[in-house]
């Protein structure tokens, strides 16, 4: 017979224009579900105006991140027995760095910008040209123009939550934008070298790695922003040594 454990788990409750609050249920729970399951139950037997995201429940499509305890966490693959013991008191935030839309739900517009800033469609497109009329600045590609995705990252967000610049500075591009340049590859692309080298770009990363130690993913946002750093640095002193700039200082 399936474990059972008596715990507490608290919600972060928010609808627009209204105060936050928390709330509590008690519940059992079975310590070898995963907390979104925690979560739909709520929305099942509870409250049916908890509102969260939740997709594919196997960490593919990104949907169910939230915070649990105070840490990033993909919802559906995240043990109950992980993060609370038998009588303890488990707690569910919104991520943290985007707008939330009603409760644990967020809106992540703004990653899904930055991504297509940096060369990333985050969407796989059916609705390829509507999707980018609407989201793309610069309008629809060009014909025969591929998107190319972030090798494994699944646009969770777990990684702009957990990193305090982004919460710090709402300009700076952030974990997986930045490792979506760093895949795209700056060298030769001056344009996008500008813009991680620029003043919302890698120097403002203070190198502790939350963003990597979160993502569910093979991404590893911080070794990427490294590299980049190193990449703008190489770039940056072969543009002082260049001969057309010898010549300038010459003159
Ligand atoms: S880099 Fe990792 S944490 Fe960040 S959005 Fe992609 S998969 Fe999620």
Not at 72 to 86: F, N, Q
Not at 94 to 122: C, K, Q, T, W
Not at 132 to 144: D, H, L, N, V
Request: glycine share 8%.
């Amino acid at each position: 017979m399936a474990e059972k454990w008596n715990i507490t788990l608290v919600i972060r409750r928010q609808k627009q224009g209204q105060p936050p609050f928390d709330q509590e249920f008690k519940m059992e729970a079975n310590p070898d579900e995963n907390v979104i399951d925690l979560v739909e139950r709520v929305w099942a037997f509870h409250d049916k105006t908890l509102n969260y995201a939740h997709a594919c429940h196997h960490s593919t499509c990104g949907a169910c991140g939230m915070r649990v305890n105070n840490v990033e966490k993909l919802t559906c693959i995240t043990p109950v027995r992980s993060v609370v013991a038998d009588g303890g008191t488990l707690r569910v935030d919104p991520m943290r760095n985007f707008p939330v839309i009603s409760d644990l739900a967020v809106d992540m517009g703004e990653l899904y910008r930055r991504m297509e800033l940096v060369g990333h469609h985050p969407v796989n497109l059916d609705r390829k040209e509507a999707i980018q009329s609407e989201f793309r600045p610069s309008g629809p590609a060009e014909p025969g123009e591929d998107f190319i995705r972030l090798s494994d990252c699944i646009e969770c967000g777990l990684c702009m939550s957990a990193c305090p610049i982004v919460g710090s500075t709402g300009d700076y591009l952030g974990p997986a934008p930045l490792a979506g340049a760093h895949q795209a590859g700056v060298k030769g692309n001056p344009g996008l070298l500008e813009l991680v080298s620029g003043v919302d770009g890698v120097w403002r990363c203070h190198s502790a790695f939350e963003c990597t130690a979160v993502c569910p993913s093979n991404v590893d946002p911080g070794w990427r922003i490294m590299e980049l750093r190193r990449i703008a640095l190489a770039e940056k002193w072969k543009s002082w040594f260049s001969p057309n700039k010898s010549a300038e200082v010459r003159k």
